[in-house]
T-cell receptor, first 112, second 114 residues
Framework: EAQVTQNPRYLITVTGKKLTVTCSQN?????MSWYRQDPGLGLRQIYY???????DKGDVPEGYKVSRKEKRNFPLILESPSPNQTSLYFC???????????FGSGTQLSVL | DQQVKQNSPSLSVQEGRISILNCDYT??????FLWYKKYPAEGPTFLIS?????DKNEDGRFTVFLNKSAKHLSLHIVPSQPGDSAVYFC?????????????FGKGTMLLVSP
């Protein structure tokens, strides 16, 4: 089954404790992206990657890091999480010639 | 500056009636538009799209209309069903800009009552 898999689904952590949210897709997509969803703000892009070793900032990149060492994986790293990073996070991917994004099921992160 | 605007946070419709969800955009470079549907505890799923070379695209009960001069698009759902109750996101892309990334609106929560 074609899918984007994120882990974990739920995560509660404390301020300053580094964490990684994993994302993997099995559709051989070149493009991958991370979004966060907040009430009243919709979906905002954090980082995206056009291909392996090519990443770029989205609209709200502060406090996040990403890497794209393999085509299928695009982890999101929070080096020192803060409470304002409490949010619902979505990973997504697509073929480079198609605008249609496929989303993962989401990761609900709470930073205390 | 919000480039994709969905000015109605919520919409309530009776089953069987038409649902009309609206979206406005400000960036004249946008040339491809998509609608996504999102249920609670799930990721957004693609619903329907339209290129700027068209003014209408239809898929079953869902039709998207694009008015380029007004920078406005709308999603029509006819007839509406309770299972359509979800948050709907409008998204836009500038495909001729060298690369493209989707810009989303804030979403409209649709509630279809029996």
């Amino acid at each position: 089954e074609a899918q984007v898999t994120q882990n974990p689904r739920y995560l509660i952590t404390v301020t300053g404790k580094k964490l990684t949210v994993t994302c993997s897709q099995n559709m051989n997509h070149e493009y991958m992206s991370w979004y966060r969803q907040d009430p009243g703000l919709g979906l905002r892009q954090i980082y995206y990657s056009m291909n392996v070793e090519v990443t770029d900032k989205g609209d709200v990149p502060e406090g996040y890091k990403v890497s794209r060492k393999e085509k299928r994986n695009f982890p999101l790293i929070l080096e020192s999480p803060s409470p304002n990073q409490t949010s619902l996070y979505f990973c997504a991917s697509r073929n480079r010639w198609d605008e249609k994004l496929f989303f993962g099921s989401g990761t609900q992160l709470s930073v205390l | 500056d919000q480039q994709v605007k969905q000015n109605s946070p919520s919409l309530s419709v009776q089953e069987g009636r038409i649902s009309i969800l609206n979206c406005d955009y400000t960036n004249s470079m946008f040339d491809y538009f998509l609608w996504y549907k999102k249920y609670p505890a799930e990721g957004p799923t693609f619903l329907i799209s339209i290129s700027s070379i068209k003014d209408k695209n239809e898929d079953g009960r869902f039709t998207v209309f694009l008015n380029k001069s007004a920078k406005h698009l709308s999603l029509h759902i006819v007839p509406s069903q309770p299972g359509d109750s979800a948050v709907y996101f409008c998204a836009a892309s500038a495909t001729n800009s060298g690369y493209s990334t989707l810009t989303f609106g804030k979403g409209t929560m649709l509630l279809v009552s029996p």
